[in-house]
């Protein structure tokens, strides 16, 4: 999957695999997303899965700890606990004349991991 790098000047990169983990600061635009995202909270045993409709990209940001500091409504700790995963129409922004309508759809919910068990495959949580 394509993706623009904001830590390195939007610079457009390719990624593989259908997982991703960071451990560090992260802030992508992952490009041309599956309608079906799912945020695997294994320390929670929870998985938030979103569902979305006319919005294509998925920004992915987590500050970390150097840049928390640095942001005044965010807590120092907070990145521990937090992770955006924002559903936008980054690389095709969309443009409307005067009096032209759009509409764009976001579903987040919450389910426990145990839902997922024993298919935690990703391909199974995307298609399953
Ligand atoms: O400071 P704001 O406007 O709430 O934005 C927070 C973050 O929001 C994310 O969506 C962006 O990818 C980051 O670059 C940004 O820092």
Not at 23 to 31: F, G, H, P, R
Not at 68 to 77: A, C, N, P, R, V
């Amino acid at each position: 999957m394509d993706y623009f790098d904001n830590l390195k000047g939007k610079e457009r990169f390719t990624e593989q695999g259908d997982a991703l983990v960071f451990e560090s600061e992260i802030d992508k635009v992952y490009l041309d997303t599956p309608p079906k995202i799912a945020i695997i909270d294994h320390e929670k045993k929870r998985t938030f899965v979103l569902r979305k409709d006319g919005l294509p990209d998925a920004v992915v940001w987590n500050p970390w700890e150097r840049r928390s500091k640095t942001i005044l409504d965010f807590g120092d700790e907070e990145y521990k606990h937090m992770l955006c995963v924002e559903p936008a129409a980054v690389e095709k922004p969309i443009t409307l004349k005067p009096g032209e309508e759009w509409k764009g759809r976001l579903e987040l919910s919450a389910v426990p991991s145990s839902y997922y068990s024993g298919q935690l495959d990703p391909d199974k949580v995307l298609h399953g």
